[in-house]
């Protein structure tokens, strides 16, 4: 079985956490970054100066402690360097591929789109390799001038109802290039790019829902974006609206995914009359169970929103009187979704403590 990267381990998150918060608000302090981040002065101090030694940080003037010129020790400022690393994330959706280069404050240096032609479901690992094969030269040519920057590639795949594509395959032949790989599934990967580069600070617990080849879904909590078991992603799509009705290919009846018109796992969410309201009606459900506190929508699909917003604002504002459910579209574009393959890399590689960062195999 292939596995993705664990996401869910809280320690995991804290090297990220600290360096989003340089990015968003520098310069700051180490004072700072403790107070904003929850996390002990002694463990900043340990990821601030690490990260400097890499030459990911850079310490940058400083101010008087809070105790006044007479108070002790200036505080010095820190900041990110933008180029000291670069990724390369790619989303393989239902038509096709997209391939970035992205650094470590993400900045897009070069993105490249690669049509199938045809739906995923419909090639074999070879002809997905040979497209992978395509973008990649080209990705890697546009880094060959900074390639000891490169920290790895990143992957964000449809799971579960796999095509008939050996990812295995796949794997072994990026695996060719010598670079740590990195694999989440897509709507995982896509929540972990909003976490890095999108909405930012909202409040949590929020439900990432992502709009693509079906309907999938990631939880974010207060240490980022929760991956489950095998890389799955939370089945928003297969959430059970109604006793009976048509069976699903997944086995089941009475599927979300059977209400908004898409009926097989090749051709992607089709929009219906209604289906903000069944998406709603399922949303609702889920926000109730998981305590949901901000709703964020994305994915290569998620236009099929549209002026539809309004109808599943109007069912989640009126699901909690006190503390309601804040509802968003992710910042993160559809054409930009590669950028959350590439925080797949940054993620794993910058947190030393995983047992690895390449993924494994049994
Ligand atoms: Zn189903």
């Not at 909690?320 to 804040?326: A, L, M, S």
Request: contains cysteine; aromatic residues 6%.
């Amino acid at each position: 079985m292939l596995q993705g990267v664990n996401l869910s381990l809280v320690k995991a998150h804290n090297e990220a956490v600290v360096i989003n918060l340089i990015r968003r608000r520098a310069p700051i302090s180490r004072y700072e970054l403790a107070e904003l981040s929850g996390l002990t002065p002694p463990t900043i101090s340990v990821i601030v100066n690490r990260l400097v030694l890499e030459g990911i940080l850079v310490e940058s003037g400083s101010a008087p402690s809070r105790g006044g010129s007479l108070g002790g020790r200036r505080r010095r400022y820190l900041a990110l360097l933008p180029d000291s690393r670069l990724a390369i994330g790619i989303l393989v959706n239902r038509t096709g591929c997209v391939g970035a280069v992205v650094n470590i404050a993400g900045s897009v240096q070069t993105i490249v789109n690669q049509p199938f032609g045809t739906y995923l479901a419909e090639l074999s690992a070879q002809q997905l390799i040979a497209g992978l094969d395509r973008m990649l030269r080209g990705l890697l040519e546009h880094t060959s001038h900074v390639k000891p920057h490169v920290m790895g590639i990143g992957l964000g795949v449809p799971t579960w109802y796999p095509p008939d594509i050996d990812w295995q395959m796949v794997v072994n032949y990026l695996g060719q290039y010598g670079l740590s790989l990195s694999f989440a599934n897509n709507a995982v990967s896509a929540a972990l790019g909003e976490w890095w580069y999108g909405v930012g600070e909202v409040a949590l617990p929020a439900l990432y829902v992502f709009f693509g080849g079906g309907i999938g879904g990631c939880l974010i909590t207060r240490g980022g974006p929760v991956a489950m078991p095998e890389f799955r992603p939370v089945e928003l799509g297969h959430l059970g609206i109604a006793s009976g009705g048509p069976p699903c290919y997944c086995g089941g009846q009475g599927c979300l995914e059977n209400f908004i018109g898409h009926a097989d796992e090749h051709h992607g969410v089709t929009k219906q009359h209604n289906t903000m309201q069944y998406v709603g009606y399922a949303l609702r459900s889920l926000c109730h169970l998981l305590n949901i506190q901000t709703v964020i929508l994305g994915g290569p699909e998620v236009t099929i929103v549209g002026e539809d917003l309004d109808e599943l604002n109007m069912q989640l504002s009126g699901l909690r009187r006190i503390d309601p459910i804040g509802l968003c579209f992710g910042r993160i574009s559809p054409e930009n979704l590669a950028l959350g393959a590439a925080a797949l890399v940054f993620q794993t590689n910058l947190t030393r403590h995983l047992d690895s960062a390449v993924p494994e195999y049994h």
